[in-house]
């Protein structure tokens, strides 16, 4: 049987791609990230699925009238700096493909089918990750949305406005959330499991609790010829203590623990900084383990801080509870999928957060041959993805034709 | 006597600040640099001085007519990010109210004297220091110097023809050279050794050897949450343990080393970084003390990057060998000037580019209370930087008297 996934994916292949790094910037908002949606209306538009835009901005495309019990799937459009292709946009194309599979096979499901496309999934942008499904379930606040800055210094009110969107009404949306009787999101997997099972597709037992930390190294500018080293509060020199801390914290634990993005003030060669920050990214199988993780670094940051005569405050910039999807559709899709396999993942989704928000959801995965995610190698294999898409195929028949 | 010191001062120091911080981002060729080459025209034309641009953007106020063995006395007026008041402005500052001193007592001196404001000596925008000096000394070649780029991706050879410069024309200026009888440089003290000596004015022996080297640290981009430990390649770690091993490099040793300036690509919380790019500025008493920390920074680097299995190199951006003022004119001051103490230094300056290029040149420190320097919170207290003008107005006259 013919397939549409490759004609979908190669028409959104191009866009937001930097030609230098090969990695997209599909950042919230942007003129890449419009292009997405003018995509999504479009592939939608030339399969007769009516489209509409939630309050939150968020995109859904309708098989069968708008109403309850839909059976949801689809995933984000939006990327991390010089993401990969896979990463969100997998799960929209394979969704617009499993429906062509299923009219194809002259399917006629009881239930509404909707893709989604969810607003800035990765955060990029605003620092907040999943801000459409997040403001959607009310996990985020309309007014500290509004609020979120970007690096230019733009709010998410402005950015919003400019993009056509009405800030006043961003926030829960209960008629939006009420409809949705099932979701599933297909996903690449960030990691090998399925590689050392030697299988294409797996299905989610749970994600690990995750969050973000801001750590405030403030010193004291100076000359960098001149200045005695016992004179100096080098912040660079507390950070890249911290850094090393983080690493020493998950050794021995099922956890992880990240700096990847710094920012330094004045960032100059000859110049002591005033000011370092450092973004700390904590995962962990649980919360006990994630909370001693974090506790640790902030502690051993707190140390050499005071050896540095350097100023450390960390806060937490988001924090997500362990995230268990549920297990009877979890089982049961397992089951009908050839028996795939159960895998945890330590990445955030907005599955994780419609499923903490109650609503019945699952995840799959497709096999990634070399584990690597956020990154331009991301990849899967063409034959994986038409698998991951008949998956789909069969789990929304299951759940829209009962 | 009255001086002309304050309204100088005063008339200059709005220019560039930032609100925020409260210090000065006066970058070469930006809009505050323009303004301040605009204030260096108003206050050399109130005194009647001819002013001259040379090929290299150096601008030059003339008391008598332009020719050999001219006094020549000035400093940079261009600050790096967030700098202070003080560094390098205080020199010209002092340069037109010690010819006002001059004046006033009806002084007539039989060479002609030139305050000098030379080109982006910080290098805050280009990368390079001393610009305007090593391009007007043949330093720094032409050729080199219009490659150059900035953070935006514009090169010098751009920015000096939208500021109305030649760019075919810079390089090696012996015309202009070949004026310099002597050079004279004041300057804030970079330090406290004039605090600690209890002396309001001193006099340079000599520069620091120093130097800028790019350490890249190459890794691959991966997830932050889903990535094992023992598959990431991170080069922050790497840059972190580098840091580190800057600091314990300098321990017992006559040197600096410093890491103030940091890239990361591409700096995203939840993204292990495929690259960061740290900026070593490295000084020492002596060449072979600064090689050997420079070695030992470098063979640290290179064993982490082996453990972390990431990618270093590194690259010598600048090399200044030790600068030695001329003793003669250096002792001919210091007893002029009430036995004024002897200190060196360990930062670079255009009084060093001319001294290795053969020029006698000489150097004044003002006190600097706190000794910092290349920050919001330089200082120096008015009467010191009056005691600064007088000793240059004695300089001054002394020389341009014979």
């Known amino acids: 049987m013919d397939s549409s996934f490759a004609a979908l994916w190669t028409s959104l292949l191009p866009?937001?791609?930097?030609?230098?790094t090969g990695g997209y910037r599909r950042f919230a908002w942007t003129d890449a990230d419009m292009a997405c949606r003018e995509w999504f209306r479009d592939q939608a538009a030339s399969r007769g699925l009516d489209v509409e835009q939630d309050r939150n901005g968020n995109l859904w495309a309708w098989w069968g009238s708008p109403g309850r019990d839909a059976v949801v799937t689809g995933s984000h459009l939006d990327s991390v700096p010089d993401g990969g292709a896979y990463d969100g946009p997998l799960g929209i194309v394979s969704a617009f493909a499993a429906i062509d599979v299923l009219r194809q096979r002259g399917v006629r499901p009881s239930l509404p089918i909707a893709v989604?496309?969810?607003?800035d999934e990765e955060g990029a942008r605003f620092g907040v990750a999943c801000v459409g499904s997040r403001l959607l379930t009310g996990q985020l606040s309309g007014e500290r949305a509004r609020a979120?800055?970007?690096?230019?210094?733009?709010?998410?009110a402005e950015t919003l406005t400019k993009a056509g969107v009405d800030h006043?009404?961003?926030?829960r949306d209960d008629d939006a959330l009420s409809r949705i009787g099932t979701f599933?999101?297909?996903?690449?997997e960030q990691g090998r499991g399925l590689v050392?099972?030697?299988r294409p597709v797996g299905v989610a037992t749970s994600i690990w609790p995750h969050g973000r930390w801001r750590f405030d190294f403030t010193g004291e500018a100076n000359h960098a010829g001149t200045t005695l080293p016992d004179d100096r509060?080098?912040?660079?020199?507390?950070?890249?203590?911290?850094?090393?801390?983080?690493?020493?914290?998950?050794?021995?634990?099922?956890?992880?623990?990240?700096f990847g993005r710094v920012l330094v003030d004045p960032n100059g060669t000859n110049a002591i900084p005033s000011a370092v920050?450092?973004?700390?990214?904590?995962?962990?199988?649980?919360?006990t383990t994630l909370d001693d993780v974090v506790a640790d670094i902030g502690a051993a940051a707190a140390a050499s801080g005071e050896s540095d005569r350097v100023g450390v405050a960390v806060t937490s910039e988001s924090y997500t509870t362990v995230t268990d999807f549920d297990p009877a559709l979890r089982d049961g899709i397992a089951t009908l999928i050839d028996h795939a396999p159960l895998l945890p993942t330590a990445a955030g989704h907005d599955a994780g957060i419609l499923a903490t928000a109650g609503v019945p959801t699952a995840m799959l995965f497709v096999r990634n041959p070399t584990g690597v995610s956020h990154s331009p190698a991301e990849h899967a294999e063409e034959a994986d993805c038409l698998a991951g898409t008949d998956a789909l195929a069969a789990v929304l028949a299951d759940l829209a034709c009962r």
Chains 1, 2 share one sequence.
């Open 15 to 20: 866009i937001g791609r930097d030609r230098t």
């Open 116 to 119: 989604v496309a969810f607003s």
């Open 148 to 156: 979120l800055r970007d690096a230019d210094g733009f709010t998410l």
């Open 168 to 171: 006043a009404a961003i926030g």
């Open 184 to 188: 599933v999101e297909l996903h690449v």
């Open 196 to 198: 050392d099972l030697d």
């Open 233 to 258: 509060r080098d912040p660079m020199l507390t950070f890249a203590s911290t850094v090393l801390a983080a690493r020493t914290a998950v050794e021995g634990n099922d956890a992880r623990a990240t």
């Open 277 to 287: 920050t450092g973004w700390l990214d904590a995962r962990a199988r649980n919360e």
